[in-house]
């Protein structure tokens, strides 16, 4: 039987593919045909699906790239279906209703709608089977897959296994052939990206005095590259100190004296781009360390250190640095250290060196011992029997209260004794030494000692030892006596004093008397205020005191030095007394003394000359008195007398003569007042007063 098809659309419309196979409502024949035309459709779908990319050459595959290199591919978008149009029924024929849609499953030419998501471009494995990898294939005679056509816009989702197709759903339009002559542009190459920071680089805390290390991994903890390229570190630059380039890094060396924030500001960067970064430190100028009330061993560091041992015995090493260490309570043991450091020993029997630098170390409550050792250091014994010795350098040692011994060591040193019967020794060098109250013992040592006696009454033992040493009654008020050659010191304020081995002797304020010392080495003798004597009258061979000059020689004495005394005795021998402007007193003693008067200095235009005034207690037959070129002596009996005129001349005229002399006499007083005219104004400006009456002889020296 042959069956006769006429087509029932017009040319114009194109039946949709699927209605080609779709059931028609009302007719009754059997579903063989259709379960197998849905069988070949879908093997026909699944082959399309695979066979263009068996026909294509395979491409090069493209550079691999990161995740966060790629930006996140288009996805592949059908675009929307068509509206399905109707279909035509034939000629004559009323229109069936449509049966249900057969479900085909998922289609490949549909895919749903989905939110885009990075991907990463792997090489697939060859889907052909092993007797079609020989074949050739060309793609230019097999379809595209849809499935790599991007479309304009996403559609409705595809039914599924099992979801009846909706009224108007239809495939998209297959898309057109590819252009085999334009050329596939390649993805493009990644770019170099710069180094990434998480933030800035914590060195943490440095002491003032040290030394920081720093590391290339350091600089680079929160850096890294996103292309895995190697990191450097340049331009390394601080906001305070300095910073070195070593062969493993840097060294940090903070500024002297400085404290607080510093920011190291450096670049990182990967051969071809750079980034800022910053590292921060804190720079502390003193680190604090604290022991508890049991017994601690405390170590500081080679910076300036605080330390604080509180109770109990402790034992302090506090290292180098200019460090202050409080030791507390307890009986202590500190060394200082190198640095200049200052330690507070506190209550208890405590035992401190300073080690080198300049200390300041202070014993507190207790029986301490305090070593200054190498530096100008500062020793405070307070109170207690304490010991301290400065050691070298020039240092200054306050026993404080109590019953102390103080040993300046080398150096120009201070030792001040304080409350308490004390030792002081002064030791080499130039020293100071005071006692202070108490029975206090003495010793200047070796070297030019300057010893302050106390006003304690309490009767002291002076020795200024080796050098030139100085014996200081300068802050007694009331009269003393002072004998240098009996070794001896007595007053009222200052008890009596043994003194021994000192050339020089400061009196007080009072009216004192200062004996010599007939040693032969000379000594420096002050009076100080009021009206002083000086005493020669141990001195047995002649004497020249010279008070215009401030000199005393003679065999005994050596040269004496002399100030602020303005009475002088000489001793049994013939002493020469010159005398200046300055008035005096003088005392002869034993011999023939000659007293020689210089002229006064001339005045200043305008003024007069001023009057001067001298005494002598003890003028008597022998002694002369001279004045420019004239002797006065006392009238003798003839024979002498003529011996007079033998050695002076006999060639005399009363009428230039410029000395006059009258006697003066009453109850209480007789003396001999002489003046003289040095100048011849006629103003007797120089006037000489003598003890008694005397007959006196002008007599004019012969000049050889």
């Known amino acids: 039987m042959i069956i006769n098809v006429k087509g029932m659309r017009a040319d114009a419309a194109e039946t949709v593919p699927a209605e080609r196979y779709a059931a028609k409502a009302g007719e009754q024949e059997t579903r063989t045909p259709y379960v197998v035309g849905a069988a070949l459709i879908w093997l026909g779908l699944y082959l399309k699906s ?11 595959s493209p550079p691999r790239a990161t995740i966060e ?43 749903g709608p989905a939110a885009p998501v990075k991907s990463v471009q792997v090489e697939a494995p060859s889907l052909l089977l092993p007797w079609e990898q020989a074949l050739p ?22 039914p599924g296994i099992g979801q009846a197709s909706q009224p108007g759903d239809r495939p998209a339009d297959p898309p057109a052939e590819p252009d085999e002559d334009k050329p596939v542009a390649p993805l493009p190459e990644a770019g170099n990206r710069a180094p990434r920071l998480s933030g800035p680089v914590n060195l943490g805390e440095l002491a003032s005095c040290a030394v920081l290390a720093i590391g290339l991994g350091q600089l680079l903890r929160h850096a890294e590259d996103p292309d895995g390229d190697l990191l450097s570190v340049q331009d390394v630059t601080a906001s305070a100190g300095e910073v070195i380039r070593t ?8 500024d002297p004296d400085f404290s607080g924030p510093v920011t190291l500001s450096y670049q990182i960067g990967d051969g071809a781009a750079f980034v800022t970064q910053t590292a921060h430190l804190s720079v502390f100028e003193r680190h604090f360390l604290q022991g508890s009330d049991q017994d601690d061993n405390l170590l500081g560091s080679l910076c300036a250190d605080d330390i604080d041992g509180r109770d109990g015995d402790d034992n302090i090493d506090a290292g180098g640095g200019n460090d202050v260490v409080r030791g507390g309570r307890g009986d202590d043991h500190v060394l200082a250290g190198a640095g200049d450091d200052t330690v507070l020993g506190g209550a208890g029997d405590d035992v401190i060196f300073g080690g080198a630098g300049d200390d300041h170390l202070w014993g507190g409550a207790g029986n301490d011992r305090l070593f200054g050792q190498a530096g100008d250091d500062i020793l ?19 026993g404080g209260s109590g019953h102390d011994s103080l040993y ?10 304080g409350a308490g019967d004390d030792l002081l020794e002064g030791g080499a060098g130039d020293d100071v030494l005071d006692d202070g109250a108490g029975v206090d013992v003495v010793r200047g040592g070796r070297g030019n000692d300057h010893i302050i006696a106390a006003l304690d009454g309490a009767g002291d033992h002076l020795d200024g030892g080796e050098g030139r040493d100085v014996l200081d009654y300068s802050a007694a008020s009331k009269s003393l006596h002072i004998d240098l050659e009996a070794g001896r010191a007595s007053g009222e304020e200052i008890g009596n004093d043994t003194i021994a081995g000192f050339e020089a002797v400061v009196a007080g304020s009072g009216d004192d008397h200062v004996i010599a010392a007939l040693d032969g080495a000379g000594s420096s003798l002050d009076g100080g205020e009021g009206t002083d004597v000086l005493d020669y009258s141990a001195a047995e061979d002649c004497l020249l005191i010279d008070l215009d000059a401030g000199l005393a020689v003679g065999v005994e004495i050596g040269t004496d030095v002399i100030t602020g005394l303005e009475a002088v005795r000489g001793g049994s021998g013939d002493d020469h007394f010159i005398l200046g402007d300055a008035p005096a007193c003088l005392e002869g003693g034993g011999g023939n003394d000659l007293f020689e008067f210089l002229p006064p200095a001339p005045p200043e235009p305008g003024t007069v000359v001023e009057a001067r005034s001298f005494e002598i207690l003890d003028f008597k037959v022998g002694d002369r008195l001279r004045m ?32 006059r002399f009258r006697h003066e006499r009453d109850d209480e007083i007789d003396r001999t007042v002489i003046e003289a005219d040095f100048n011849r104004d006629d103003i007797y400006e120089t006037t000489i007063t003598l003890e008694g009456r005397h007959l006196l002889v002008v007599v004019e020296q012969v000049v050889s």
């Open 628 to 659: 420019s070129k004239y002797d006065l002596f006392e009238r003798i009996l003839d024979k002498q007398e003529d011996e007079f005129e033998r050695i002076y001349g006999e060639d005399f005229d009363d009428d230039d003569i410029r000395i």
């Open 408 to 417: 300046g060591g080398a150096g120009d040193d201070v030792l001040v004794g």
């Open 50 to 60: 695979i066979f263009p990319a068996w026909g294509q050459d395979k491409a090069p």
């Open 69 to 111: 290199d790629s930006a996140p591919p288009d996805l592949a978008m059908a675009a929307p279906a068509a509206p399905r149009a109707p279909a035509r029924q034939p000629e004559g024929d009323a229109p069936a209703p449509e049966p249900p849609p057969v479900d085909t499953g998922p289609s490949g030419f549909a895919p």
């Open 380 to 398: 405070h014994g307070e109170a207690g029997d304490d010991l301290l010795e400065g050691g070298a350098g020039d240092d200054l040692l306050d």
């Open 137 to 158: 294939v060309s793609a230019s005679r097999i379809a595209a897959n849809d499935n790599r056509i991007a479309a304009a816009a996403p559609v409705s989702p595809a």
């Open 247 to 254: 062969e493993t890094g840097w060294s940090y060396i903070p």
